[in-house]
């Protein structure tokens, strides 16, 4: 479905759950809910360059990055990852696929704290503010400031 999201801009809708991502990275050897939470919002910045809007639950901007609480809240109740993925539906859009598992491929040496660092520009910025480094914050990331970052703008 195609639908135009507050910022005058045309998406193609592709209503993705979040946590089918994670399964897909965790299924690659990723463990790390950092390092997912990381990669799912680099391959996020991907989809925009093409249009694509994979999901539509913003992502918050948390002092090592930016962080969709979905996610998050899974991984911190559960004690038993294969279980809970067990129960997450596979991603079957190639589209997403691709730009996932080319997100993948192109961060996976990264060390933890790069990937944070890398997290940090932009529209996380933006959604920070003036906040300091340590403080916690649920501000949402603009996906207007998001599509433009994806987009080479600032």
Known sequence: MNKTVN???PLKDLNIKPLSMAKYLYQKGVFSHLIIQKLIYFAFLKGLEKNLLFFEERFQAWKHGPVLRSV???FTSCSDFDQMF???PEL???EIIDILEDTY???RHWETWDLVANSHLGPWQ????DLDPEEISTKE???????????GQK
């Open 7 to 9: 910022v005058n801009f």
């Open 72 to 74: 998050f809240d899974q």
């Open 86 to 88: 067990a129960k997450i």
């Open 92 to 94: 079957k859009n190639k």
């Open 105 to 107: 491929q192109t961060y």
């Open 126 to 129: 933006k959604a920070r503010g």
């Open 141 to 151: 990331l603009d996906l207007k400031d998001l599509i433009n970052f994806a987009n």
